[in-house]
């Protein structure tokens, strides 16, 4: 089955404690992309990648770190979390970036104490 | 760069109502406009687009309208379900450009 695949779905940690978010498509995607989602504010992008190795930033990268070592995946790390990271959060991929269409995965809801 | 308004924040209808969520743009270069669905608990999926060649666009209960000049377009649900309850995204696009969403609409549809 087609999909983006985000791991954990849950997590909570404390303040400072570096962590890092999964994401995974098994579609030969070029395009992937992090959004958070906070209430009343819509899907904010965090960071995106054209292709391997392209990286780049999109509104709201304080505080995150991408990379894409491999087309298949592309982690979100969050070195010193803080209380303001709290949200949820979404991979996103398509066949490029001029592709219309994107595929999220299912999310994941990050709590920092 | 883009800039997407989505309204309104909420929306409650009566099962069988329809209902009409609003968003306009900023930038007229974007060209396409997709309209996404996320339920409870899921990531966001899309339901219907449309791109700015098109005035409108149907798929059984689901319909898109877009008007370029005044850059807004709208998505309306007839005959409504409680299997239509989500949050509604629009977004808008530019080729290589990068998806802009709106806020979000929270749909109810009441039995």
């Known amino acids: 089955e087609a999909q983006v695949t985000q791991n954990p779905r849950y997590l909570i940690t404390v303040t400072g404690k570096k962590l890092t978010v999964t994401c995974s498509q098994n579609?030969?995607?070029?395009?992937m992309s992090w959004y958070r989602q906070d209430p009343g504010l819509g899907l904010r992008q965090i960071y995106y990648?054209?292709?391997?190795?392209?990286?780049d930033k999109g509104d709201v990268p304080e505080g995150y770190k991408v990379s894409r070592k491999e087309k298949r995946n592309f982690p979100l790390i969050l070195e010193s979390p803080s209380p303001n990271q709290t949200s949820l959060y979404f991979c996103?991929?398509?066949?490029?970036?001029?592709?219309?269409?994107?595929?999220f995965g299912s999310g994941t809801r990050l709590t920092v104490v | 760069g883009e800039n997407v308004e989505q309204h309104p924040s909420t929306l409650s209808v009566q099962e069988g109502d329809s209902a009409v969520i609003k968003c306009t743009y900023s930038?007229?270069?974007?060209?396409?406009f997709p309209w996404y669905k996320q339920e409870l608990g899921k990531g966001p999926q899309l339901i219907i687009d449309?791109?700015?060649?098109?005035g409108e666009k149907k798929d059984q209960r689901i319909a898109v309208t877009l008007n370029k000049t005044a850059k807004h377009f709208s998505l309306h649900i007839t005959e409504t379900q409680p299997e239509d309850s989500a949050v509604y995204f629009c977004?808008?696009?530019?080729?290589?450009?990068?998806?802009?969403f709106g806020a979000g609409t929270r749909l109810t549809v009441k039995p």
């Open positions: 996103a991929s398509s066949l490029s970036s001029a592709t219309r269409g994107y595929t």
């Open positions: 579609m030969n995607h070029e395009y």
């Open positions: 990648s054209m292709n391997v190795e392209v990286t």
């Open positions: 930038d007229s270069a974007s060209n396409y």
């Open positions: 449309i791109r700015s060649n098109v």
């Open positions: 977004a808008a696009k530019q080729n290589n450009n990068d998806m802009r």
